[in-house]
C-alpha cells in the first residue's frame, strides 16, 4: 500500500513538473487590452467617420435634431468648441446624452473626439 502511494504521489510530481518545464501555461494567458489611438485624430480621417456612424443620421443639414448639425466641419466645430459634443457623448450632466436612447458611444470614440477638441478641432 505504501509503494503505491508513493508511485502516486510520484507520478502527480512529474506531470506537473513537466507542464511547468516544458513551458505549458496552466491558465489561459490573458487577452490584451486594445489600445486608443489617440497619435494622429483627424477630422477627415477619425471624427467625420465616427460622426457619420453614430450622428448624422439625426444631426444634419435636412434634420437638425436639437438645433445641433453634424454633417460639416463648420457646423462640427462649433458645437465642438461650445462643449456640447464632448458633454452629450460623454452623457455629462447638464447635457442631453447622445445617441438619444442608445448606448453611449465607446470609450476610445470619446477619447479620439476629445482629443481633436483639445487639439483645436481643427480642419484636418
Known sequence: MYNKLMLL????????ACASEN?????????????????DVTYALTVAPLLQKNCTSCHNNNFASGGVNLSTYAATRT???????????????????MPKGGA?????????????????AANN
Not at 453611449?104 to 483645436?120: E, F, H, N, P, S
Open 104 to 120: 453611449k458611444l465607446a470609450d476610445c470614440d470619446i477619447t479620439q473626439l476629445r482629443k481633436w477638441v483639445t487639439d483645436g
Open 79 to 97: 458645437v465642438a468648441l461650445n462643449g456640447r459634443l464632448i458633454g452629450s457623448v460623454n452623457h455629462d450632466a447638464g447635457y442631453s446624452p
Open 9 to 16: 504521489l510520484g507520478a502527480g510530481f512529474l506531470f506537473t
Open 23 to 39: 513551458g505549458e501555461d496552466q491558465t489561459p494567458d490573458e487577452v490584451p487590452t486594445p489600445t486608443c489611438n489617440t497619435a
